[in-house]
């Protein structure tokens, strides 16, 4: 069967692009090995960043100026103003804090926050703060990024294009048939014992650590590369709350958190705290995460919180001397693209990089009229969603003075 456009991984990327694409009338599918999300997107902490992070040491590179527009275009799909229309998608909140430590360095590194960014840092005063940062002895400011929860928007990009999602096996579920010159000629989808063939115009890879894998069986040597973390999860009895802590330009946490379905608070912690627990056990990393939350949120009762972590890969386009990548990158080969949107945040621009190059450099064009739907693949299995950290992670520990104990309690899905 003849397709326009084969997408490869349904992350926010790959669902991002396939909804653009169709929407412009490109005849495009999404196939899906696991689950939409799986990996990257779904554990992610859903803030739409405008920049700060970037701009923390006082500028903001030319490519990192790209993620000022991203709140903006996120905030009207969200409103329903802008396609993708995401108005059934859950808004954890339309702000995030931040806040200091008191150090000479946090100091300096919140005074180069505020240049040139479109969604500006505005220092709130004590009695509009909310209860956990009343006491904070630094400044508390107010940063219109909105935080998301990944699940939900998933959710309503899978609803919006049910039909061109395809799942397949995980193992050899996807095979490729080249040309002498290295074009996809082919794909062979294969899924529970029955199997498609489809002639793709052009295969976008969004697999996120799934493109290494996908590029080499394409014949393709592209540099990825990987950054490891381990996210911190706490539950029990705390209130929506999402910010971040910063010191000089690092971010010392980042906390985002969701109402789960037992009526729980759940909270992420990432930012350094992530980064530096890679290297650490779940119990020593719980046991640092908590010293930390002490520290930054004195008010706060840890001993009271059920704790876990979970482990998860950035994936990245590799740049060199192990720097990070401030924008989407999208890399082509004959038909072939190859995309990491960097960061969530960015998923409208990596969808418009891609949609650039098939219509200006490869010379695709629509094939269908645009909105039509045509049902092509009504009987084949369609992808979930994956689920929440939240609802995987099995061992929960609480802290019981100096030490980690483990509890037992239940799973967060199950906890009254
Ligand atoms: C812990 C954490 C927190 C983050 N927080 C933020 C944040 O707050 N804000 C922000 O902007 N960004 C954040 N990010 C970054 C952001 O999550 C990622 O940049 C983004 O989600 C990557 O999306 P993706 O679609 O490229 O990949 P992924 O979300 O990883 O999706 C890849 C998809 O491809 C599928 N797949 C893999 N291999 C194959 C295959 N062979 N065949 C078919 N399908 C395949 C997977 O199952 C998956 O569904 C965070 C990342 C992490 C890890």
Redesign the pocket.
């Known amino acids: 069967m003849d397709v326009d456009i084969l997408i490869?991984?349904?992350?926010?990327?790959?669902l991002w692009t396939l909804d653009q694409l169709r929407q412009r009338g490109y005849r495009a599918v999404l196939?899906?090995?696991?689950?939409?999300?799986?990996?990257?997107?779904i554990?992610?902490?859903?803030?739409?960043?405008g920049g700060l992070k970037y701009s923390l040491r006082g500028v903001l590179t030319a490519s990192a100026n790209e993620i000022r527009e991203m709140p903006i275009i996120w905030r009207d799909c969200l409103s329903g103003q802008r396609e993708p229309n995401l108005s059934s998608a859950t808004v954890r909140s339309h702000c995030c804090y931040l806040w200091q430590t008191d150090s000479l360095a946090s100091q300096a590194g919140m005074w180069g926050a505020s240049i040139q960014l479109r969604v500006k840092p505005e220092t709130i005063s004590v009695s509009h703060r909310p209860e956990l940062l009343k006491q904070s002895p630094g400044n508390v400011y107010r940063l219109d990024e909105q935080v998301i929860s990944p699940s939900s928007v998933l959710q309503c990009l899978k609803k919006r294009n049910q039909d061109a999602l395809l799942l397949?096996d995980q193992k050899q579920?996807?095979e490729f048939s080249r040309s002498q010159q290295g074009t996809i000629n082919s794909v062979n989808v294969r899924c529970q014992g029955d199997e498609l063939h489809l002639v793709p115009g052009c295969v976008v890879m969004?697999?996120?650590?799934?493109n290494q894998?996908?590029n080499e069986a394409a014949g393709l040597r592209q540099p990825m590369q990987r950054r490891p973390?381990q996210?911190v999860l706490v539950r029990g009895e705390l209130e929506m709350f999402q910010g971040h802590c910063v010191d000089g330009a690092k971010t010392r946490m980042t906390i985002?958190s969701e109402v789960i379905s037992t009526g729980e608070v759940v909270w992420q912690l990432?930012g350094q705290v992530?980064e530096l627990g890679v290297s650490m056990s779940a119990e020593d990393l719980i046991q640092h995460a908590a010293k930390e939350l002490k520290a930054i949120l004195p008010e706060l009762n840890v001993e009271s919180l059920k704790f876990a972590t979970y482990q998860?890969d950035?994936?990245e386009k590799k740049i060199s001397l192990g720097l990070r990548p401030d924008s989407p990158q999208v890399l082509k080969y004959k038909n072939i693209l190859t995309?990491?949107?960097?960061?969530?945040?960015?998923a409208p621009r990596a969808a418009e990089m891609i949609e650039e190059i098939i219509t200006n450099q490869m010379h695709i064009n629509p094939s269908v009229i645009p909105g039509e739907n045509e049902n092509l693949w009504k009987d084949w299995p369609v992808p979930n969603v994956?689920e929440s950290p939240w609802e995987t992670v099995e061992n929960w520990y609480q802290i019981s003075g100096e030490t980690v104990s483990f509890v037992p309690a239940r799973p967060a899905k199950q906890a009254a």
Do not use: D
Not at 206 to 210: E, K, L, Q, R, Y
């Open positions: 490869i991984g349904g992350g926010i990327a790959g196939v899906e090995n696991r689950e939409l999300g799986y990996g990257q997107t554990t992610s902490q859903g803030i739409i960043h397949c579920g996807i969004t697999a996120g650590i799934g894998q996908l973390l996210m985002t990432g992530a998860v950035r994936a995309c990491w949107p960097t960061k969530l945040a960015f994956a």
